[in-house]
């Protein structure tokens, strides 16, 4: 069964309005999360990676301010993606490792489609 | 730096056998790993490989590693319809936080 549950998994809004994403892992505890961005036909696309008890890490050309990521706890990360407009749409996924080890692959949730009018 | 290469598109018959091929550039890599996407959902975790390793086997999955050439295939033996999908291969690296470098994904047909 799925090991990482992410809600919701479709939203549409409008242009202008702040969108939360849940990321969770369900029967482990996940230090590190990381968040995907993924457009139609591409590959996924690092956002940033999400440290429990501390400031992400994003990836180079993703603004920080615009999306916000929090993971306050072992089980649990969330992206803000604020006052969102229509390039914002795509298909967004987060995944989680059993801990901080290497060896430890990254199980993924099942994304979380944003349309923005 | 760190690329990943894949072949965009394959096309088998069901019931034959499917090989998806991926190259890398950086050799410090510690496991690769090979994600199957259906429309619409998120990445599914198939199999992966120690780099030190040359041959995994998983019920129809063989995956091969040739480290020299840094080549990863992903064979799937007898080809089903629901096979059907988008493959990723990736690679992770040691220390840091696991991050993963991605292909740019396979689409795999399987026809009648």
């Known amino acids: 069964g799925a090991v990482v549950s992410q809600h919701p998994s479709w939203v549409i809004c409008k242009s202008g309005t702040s969108v939360k994403i849940e990321c969770r892992s369900l029967d482990f505890q996940a230090t590190t999360m990381f968040w995907y961005r993924q457009f139609p036909k591409q590959s996924l696309m690092l956002m940033a990676t999400?440290?429990?008890?501390?400031?992400?890490?994003?990836e180079q050309g993703v603004e920080k301010d615009k999306f916000l990521i929090n993971h306050a706890s072992l089980t649990l990360s969330t992206l803000t993606v604020t006052s969102a407009h229509p390039e914002d749409s795509s298909f967004y996924i987060c995944?989680?490792?059993?801990?901080?080890?290497?060896?430890?692959?990254?199980?993924f949730g099942d994304g979380t489609r944003l349309s923005i009018l | 730096g760190e690329d990943v290469e894949q072949s965009l598109f394959l096309s088998v018959r069901e019931g034959d056998s499917s090989v998806i091929n991926c190259t890398y550039t950086d050799s410090s890599s510690t496991y690769l790993y090979w994600y199957k996407q259906e429309p619409g959902a998120g990445l599914q975790l198939l199999t992966y490989?120690?780099?030190?390793?040359d041959m995994k086997q998983d019920q129809r999955l063989t995956v091969l590693l040739n480290k020299k050439d840094k080549h990863l295939s992903l064979r799937i033996a007898d080809t089903q319809t629901g096979d059907s999908a988008i493959y990723f291969c990736a690679e992770s690296f040691s220390g840091g936080y696991n991050k993963l470098i991605f292909g740019a994904g396979t689409r795999l047909a399987v026809h009648p």
């Open positions: 995944s989680a490792s059993r801990g901080d080890l290497s060896n430890q692959p990254q199980h």
């Open positions: 490989i120690f780099s030190n390793m």
């Open positions: 999400s440290n429990e008890g501390s400031k992400a890490t994003y």
